[in-house]
């Protein structure tokens, strides 16, 4: 059964850049709560080098109607060439924080 929820997953290379794409997203009434996770190391490949960096992980929870203009507003708003925007579908939830999920929709 599809389910009309999903997170998406953003890392930010710091603090304020995490923080404006929340707010954004949340005052936008694209997502209902953006948690921001501090000191994640991601190892990826990038111009046939490895790299490393520490950033900051953004679980944007959303209506997946959302979906593309959330990809839009952190596309803008974000420093990377190519920012990670991964969306993963939320199979089950307690049915009250699902229905607040949908009250702060826009």
């Known amino acids: 059964m599809p389910t009309q929820?999903?997170?998406?997953?953003?890392t930010c290379p710091d603090k304020n850049t995490a923080e404006k794409i929340a707010h954004l997203l949340?005052?936008?009434?694209?997502?209902?709560?953006v948690n921001i996770l501090p000191g994640i190391t991601s190892v990826y490949r990038w111009q046939e080098q490895t790299e490393s960096?520490?950033?900051y992980l953004l679980l944007i929870k959303a209506n997946k109607n959302s979906y593309q203009a959330i990809e839009m507003t952190i596309k803008k708003h974000h420093p990377?060439?190519?920012?990670?925007?991964?969306a993963v579908p939320v199979e089950s939830g307690l049915?009250?924080?699902l229905h607040w999920i949908d009250s702060c929709h826009s």
């Open 5 to 10: 929820y999903q997170i998406t997953l953003c």
């Open 53 to 55: 960096a520490q950033e």
């Open 26 to 33: 949340v005052d936008d009434k694209l997502a209902a709560c």
């Open 95 to 97: 049915p009250e924080y």
């Open 80 to 86: 990377y060439e190519l920012p990670e925007i991964i």
